[in-house]
């Protein structure tokens, strides 16, 4: 799977420096539904457009994408259920790979309340699991601490207050980071030496990437114990961010089958994943205009790629915008050639595979990836504004006043 195992596998070359304009400097509405009114950056290839259909998009299209969206939580709940291993590669992305889908939801609550069931599962799975292997918190040293802080983080989250297993997971965390002699020690990262580079690598910023959401959430619990070099982890990579270039497909000798367009592509979705807390809160024009002009120009061309999960990734980011298959073109579009892939593949997300893949490329984090982000590319959602004390209240600190 490419755009999975590109997160894992550091590419290298230069990007090319062509600069493009960003949306700010056009007077495009946010959200575009008549083909035609679409800037010329925006469109499909020529034979592309033939194939898609100009209907509007359906009640029945609609309930058929929740059926798609249930369908792919019900298989990621099934497969860790009847696998108990299958938990100890994705290890936190067991518990993200069901929550997420409950975030800014526009879902029954029965619905958020089973998935948020199985996340808690996962969860609880997750930490006896560790604590079976490290019984004693004398054992837990500098290594464990990338695998204790995100159970912590969603300890708080999915169990009551006050909860044996929360304390429990916490105290283990803040042992591992004092077994550390610093926070590169901690991440096994130097963050400052990655982004001193103005075009580093995506992989190496994907790192950096996961580290900055786990300190901006851990530090909405005060118990978690963190240095305060970690409270501006964030806030550097996304004014990192500001400055970095997306490379558009045209821009490489293979279009979107470069693999270096590849991974910045796979990269675009994740830097909107700052602001938006990972699909909670909505993200603005204002925040980043290069990253929304870059989800819109190259659009087609990750759907000529034809990846489901970076395909799918980039509706989502289209919706988390306030944009939907009713109102927006391109989310229709989206939403269509992911419901055919759903169906081409017998209506289950797992029987996906990309171009000559096996099922010996895959682990369990890579099957399981395939309908999550299916999932978040289809489901609905009622995107509101963060309240106080919230990871959306505290990132909006430093990014402009949403208009």
């Known amino acids: 799977m490419r755009s999975t195992m590109l997160r894992r596998i550091f590419l290298t070359g230069l990007f090319l420096t062509v600069s493009s304009a960003s949306l700010a400097e056009t007077s495009a509405p946010l959200c575009i539904l008549d083909p035609a009114k679409m800037p010329e950056s925006w469109q499909p290839p020529a034979k592309m ?55 800014a939801s526009a879902n029954t ?4 309340a089973k998935v948020r069931n199985a996340a808690r599962n996962n969860l609880t799975a997750l930490i006896e699991l560790f604590f079976k292997r490290n019984p004693d918190l004398k054992q837990v040293s500098c290594e464990d601490f990338g695998r204790l802080l995100p159970l912590a983080i969603f300890a708080h989250g999915l169990y009551p207050a006050d909860d044996l297993r929360t304390a429990r997971v916490t105290k283990g965390t803040n042992a591992a980071y004092r077994a550390c002699t610093s926070l590169k020690a901690a991440t096994g990262l130097d963050h400052h030496k990655i982004l001193a580079n103005e075009q580093a690598d995506p992989e190496m910023l994907l790192e950096v990437y996961i580290w900055a959401l786990w300190f901006m959430e851990a530090e909405l619990y005060p118990d978690i114990e963190l240095p305060p070099e970690t409270r501006e982890y964030g806030k ?17 000798e293979d279009g979107p089958w470069d693999d270096r367009f590849v991974a910045m592509a796979d990269l675009a979705p994740h830097i909107a994943h700052i602001p938006t807390g990972t699909h909670r809160y909505p993200i603005y024009v204002e ?24 395909f799918a990734s980039f509706v989502d980011t289209l919706r988390q915008y306030g944009c939907t298959p009713e109102n927006d073109v391109q989310v229709r579009d989206g939403s269509r050639f992911m419901l055919k892939i759903f169906h081409d593949n017998k209506d289950r997300w797992m029987n996906y595979r990309q171009d ?9 984090y890579d099957i399981v990836h395939y309908p999550w982000t299916a999932v978040l590319g289809l489901r609905d959602r009622k995107l509101e504004q963060p309240k106080p004390g919230t990871y959306g209240a505290l990132i909006r600190r430093w990014l402009p006043d949403p208009r």
């Open 236 to 252: 550097l990579l996304w004014t990192y961010f500001k400055h970095y270039r997306l490379a558009d497909a045209d821009e490489f």
């Open 49 to 103: 457009r033939q194939s898609l259909n100009p209907a509007p998009w359906s009640e029945a299209e609609a309930k058929d994408a929740e059926y798609a969206k249930e369908t792919g939580v019900d298989e990621i709940i099934t497969y860790f259920k009847t696998n108990s291993s299958a938990l100890d590669i994705p290890w936190g992305d067991a518990i993200e790979s069901l929550i997420q889908v409950t975030f």
């Open 109 to 112: 609550p029965e619905f958020d």
């Open 356 to 364: 000559g893949e096996t099922d010996a490329e895959l682990d369990d």
């Open 287 to 310: 925040d980043y205009p290069d990253l929304y002009r870059y989800h819109r120009e190259n659009f087609y061309a990750v759907m000529q790629l034809g990846e489901l999960d970076l």
